[in-house]
């Protein structure tokens, strides 16, 4: 099945640093990456969209500076957490879509600790 | 997007079927009800989706409405490490998804 690959698992940086998390399609091309963020004991909430080749389009009230997202090839999508601050603290995952029966596949998440 | 409306948190004794319902009284005649579960710290996991006709694989069955308003996962005989949170998801082809609150669902032996 469709498998995606989301990198690193854990991170703890400083604030005021910036840092990259990569999704990467392992066995699939996707077009279309998805990010999102999940604070403790809440939902999932759509960042943004990454379009190969393309911009990435944001959701409101998400700071597309803050957040930079590239989308370089088929197989990877990477998100760019800069100037970092406690407040972005946070589980963020990517999700791809795959054309087979899975719909869409999702990393296995990134928690993001800023201190 | 239509939206999708499920109970917070359900029990479930081990072993025994456990019942999800969902209710998407708004939902479209092109949108799929997709359902997929999250446990702690990691990222969610497909469950099953469906159309208009009820659905089953290795993990769940899928019991859509006729008038496709609301549907029900079921996981057949649950056990201890179906504990997660079951989100219920309307959505169309080349939209993107988006989560609700979903269903704490926890399996007590």
């Known amino acids: 099945g469709a498998v995606v690959s989301q990198h690193p698992s854990r991170v703890i940086c400083k604030s005021g640093t910036s840092v990259k998390i990569e999704c990467r399609s392992l066995d699939f091309q996707a077009t279309t990456m998805f990010w999102y963020r999940q604070f403790p004991k809440q939902s999932l909430m759509l960042m943004a969209t990454s379009n190969e080749g393309s911009k990435a389009t944001y959701e409101q009230g998400v700071e597309k500076d803050k957040f930079l997202i590239n989308h370089a090839s088929l197989t990877l999508s990477t998100l760019t957490v800069t100037s970092a601050h406690p407040e972005d603290s946070s589980f963020y995952i990517c999700?791809?879509?795959?054309?087979?029966?899975?719909?869409?596949?999702f990393g296995s998440g990134t928690r993001l600790t800023v201190v | 997007d239509a939206k999708t409306t499920q109970p917070p948190s359900m029990d479930c004794a081990e072993g025994r079927a456990a019942n999800l319902p969902c209710n998407h009284s708004t939902i479209s005649g092109n949108e799929y009800v997709y359902w997929y579960r999250q446990i702690h710290s990691q990222g969610p996991q497909y469950i099953i989706h469906g159309l208009k006709n009820n659905e089953t694989n290795e993990m769940a069955s899928l019991i859509i409405t006729e008038d496709r308003k609301s549907s029900t996962l079921i996981l057949p005989h649950a056990t201890l490490r179906d504990t997660a949170v079951y989100y219920c998801?309307?959505?169309?082809?080349?939209?993107?998804?988006?989560f609700g609150a979903g269903t704490r669902l926890t399996v007590k032996p």
């Open positions: 999700s791809a879509r795959s054309t087979g029966a899975y719909g869409y596949t």
């Open positions: 998801i309307v959505m169309g082809n080349n939209n993107d998804m988006r």
